[in-house]
């Protein structure tokens, strides 16, 4: 093993990658979480040992520049097993085809560079103690925090997404939020680095049992909080019927009005909306592709014969801004004449998805944006919850509910969270079902019901502890229905200023235990 470590194309780049890699198996749909308690330790452990080879084996080699090489390797596995999907969307338009190397190499590549500047700035001060695990693991999640904010921001496959197969150990989210969970599990992963450390298996023990009861203690209080709410829900008066529709049509360009026909009668099929009482039914994102809301007039009658003066539609399509000359990814709630009662105008767009970024210079190489139709999308400005009836709704649209902030910035009255999307553009990959993943950790975070209808995609309606009730797969058409309480969420998560004030308090705990050392 030590030849093998001693060969600079294992260590720094091929060992790394691997590494990097198998992390994928440890997110949805594979949930095999106990990986991150080897990968990370080996990481660690490679990263104290380039350090001390830097000197001597690999030929006097720039250290930082070892550990640049390092990072950047382990990230680009990392990345490239988890988000390799992306791909398969530029695989819709011919002109984007060009596009498909850059996507598999450039877009890991250069998320990558979160890992390689931790490795490159907190290397060479990593060794085998307690303290290189405070800072290794409070840089990794500070990393994971710009990630979710610089430019637009891709918040994918933080850590803690490892555990949405059990919402009992994360139910503790609701309080601390999740960026710090993600810091604490990213420590927990990081400890069984104690068993290379030059201590006492006395020690080792003590501490391998000290992270397991706490993460035990997480449990106990996930279960109790679930059961206790349970008791809770079945005391619950309000509640509203909510029908989830998934027609899972496959994603084409070029629809005309004879296809929209077709899909609109297909979703009625399917909604089976005769004999409902008063009903929301949520259909997913993209199921006019291409078409504006003003272009489905044609089909007011047949939306009027099919639903009942107390049926509501909600559903995503394109809308015109008179003011801005342009059209916004929306989110619409009609009544059974056509009418909009509600309507929200998608924030976070995705780059080249539905605006092309550099705009005026990739315009020149014939690229667009690739959804279809009506050019770039305009961004929607900052918006208030949708309020009608009873129903306080949170409208996330597709992406949007990678992205915490949004329950951050929720009115506090909110009792449902609405996710429609179109994960067609995913194929045939684990992009569905780790799209998926984040609606559990919105849903725990709100302490409300979540309904997502997703074409293409898992639609599902979760409670407020991050149960699944009921689902759709990936490749189900049909609907799912349920009475959903409407319970208001009271507490609202700083979850940013918990994040700072841990990662103070990892600082002056290092502080302290460096003075003790010395």
């Known amino acids: 093993m030590e030849r093998l470590l001693n060969n600079r194309l294992y260590t720094l780049i091929l060992f790394p990658f691997f590494l990097g890699a198998l992390t994928v198996f440890s997110f949805q749909p594979f949930n095999f979480s106990i990986i991150n308690f080897i990968v990370l330790p080996i990481f660690f452990y490679l990263t104290v040992y380039i350090k001390k080879k830097s000197k001597s084996t690999y030929r006097k080699k720039p250290l930082r520049k070892n550990l640049f090489i390092f990072g950047t390797a382990f990230g680009f596995g990392y990345y490239l097993s988890g988000i390799h999907w ?18 598999l190499i450039f877009i890991p590549l250069f998320l990558s560079l979160f890992f390689s500047v931790i490795t490159l700035i907190f290397g060479p001060f990593l060794n085998f103690n307690f303290l290189s695990i405070l800072i290794f693991s409070g840089s990794l999640a500070f990393s994971d925090y710009l990630r979710a904010k610089i430019l637009t921001g891709f918040p994918w496959n933080l850590w803690i997404y ?24 990213l420590t927990f992963f990081l400890l069984p680095s104690v068993l290379f450390f030059k201590i006492s298996f006395k020690k080792k023990f003590l501490s391998l049992s000290i992270a397991s009861l706490i993460i035990f203690s997480f449990f106990i209080y996930g279960n109790h909080s679930i059961n206790k709410n349970n008791t809770e829900l079945h005391a619950t008066n309000k509640k509203f019927n909510i029908k989830v529709v998934s027609p ?12 929209i026909e077709i899909r609109l009668n297909k979703l009625i099929k399917i909604s089976e909306a005769s004999n409902d009482p008063k009903t929301l039914y949520v259909w997913p994102e993209g ?22 003066n107390n049926h509501l539609i909600l559903f995503g399509v394109n809308r015109f801004d008179v003011q801005k000359n342009g059209y916004h990814n929306t989110l619409i709630i009609i009544n059974n004449k056509m009418e909009i ?6 924030q976070k767009l995705v780059p080249f998805g539905e605006f092309l970024p550099f705009k005026k210079i990739l315009k020149k190489f014939g690229l667009k944006k690739i959804t279809e139709g009506h050019g770039s999308f305009l961004i929607g400005e900052n918006q208030k919850n949708l309020i009608f009836d009873n129903l306080n709704i949170l409208p996330l649209i597709c992406y949007e509910i990678i992205f915490t902030k949004f329950v951050q910035k929720s009115d506090l009255n909110t009792n449902l969270i609405i996710n429609i999307s179109e994960d067609g553009w ?12 984040k609606t559990i950790f919105r849903a725990i975070e709100q302490n409300s019901f979540l309904v997502r209808s997703a074409n293409k995609g ?22 799912i229905e349920l009475e959903v309480p ?4 009271k507490n609202k998560n700083k979850n940013d200023l918990i994040f700072f004030a841990l990662l103070i308090t990892y600082i002056l705990i290092f502080l302290l235990l460096k003075k003790n050392d010395n």
């Open 287 to 308: 199921v006019f592709s291409g078409y504006s809301f003003e272009e489905l007039n044609p089909f007011k009658k047949t939306i009027l014969k099919n639903f009942k």
């Open 486 to 489: 409407l319970i208001k969420n």
């Open 162 to 185: 490892s555990f949405s197969w059990s919402p009992e150990v994360i139910q503790i989210l609701d309080t601390l939020g999740l960026f710090s969970l993600n810091l604490i599990f």
């Open 426 to 437: 995913f194929g045939d990959s684990i992009g569905p079902y780790q799209h998926f993943s």
């Open 86 to 103: 992306i791909t398969n969307s530029l695989t819709f338009d011919e002109s984007f085809k060009i596009l498909i190397p850059f996507g």
């Open 458 to 479: 898992i639609s599902a309606i979760i409670d407020n502890k991050g149960n699944v009730i009921k689902k759709l797969s990936p490749k189900e058409a049909g609907n």
């Open 248 to 259: 899972n049509f496959e994603l084409e360009y070029g629809l005309n009005d004879k296809d």
């Open 341 to 346: 009662l509600q309507e929200y105008k998608k």
